[in-house]
């Protein structure tokens, strides 16, 4: 499996980004998929996924600003980042996995939960100055 992320980028507070997620090698429509972000000095948080039946999760900190779609068509995964803020600046990745990885409910958490089991991209940059 490989994921090649884009759509990274300086921009400022109140500001918009739309990350790009191309996804090759998955041969089963069950899997998860979601973006997490690691700033400078934190660990590795989640910011939102979506299930194979469309469904979606966000982190509380991202609720009503970020937008997370999917095309399968061109085998692509979305971020739209809406008024972006300066905590927001970190490395995004996208990841990826068999539905089957996850034993909790929300898919967010379910993903955070078992990353290193997770096919990750190598991430894009995000910088949001106030």
């Known amino acids: 499996v490989q994921l090649v992320e884009s759509g990274g980028g300086s921009v400022q507070s109140g500001g918009s980004l739309r990350l790009s997620c191309v996804v090759s090698?998955?041969?089963?429509?069950?899997?998860?998929m979601g973006w997490f972000r690691q700033g400078p000095g934190n660990a590795r948080e989640g910011v939102a996924a979506i299930d194979s039946d469309g469904s979606v999760s966000y982190a509380d900190s991202v609720k009503g600003r970020f937008t997370i779609s999917q095309d399968k068509s061109v085998n692509t995964l979305y971020l739209q980042m809406d008024n972006l803020k300066p905590e927001d600046t970190a490395m995004y990745y996208c990841a990826t996995g068999s539905r089957d990885l996850l034993f909790l409910d929300d898919i967010l958490l379910g993903m955070t939960t078992v990353q290193a089991l997770l096919d990750w991209g190598q991430g894009t940059q995000v910088t949001v100055s106030s």
């Open positions: 090698g998955i041969t089963s429509s069950s899997v998860c």
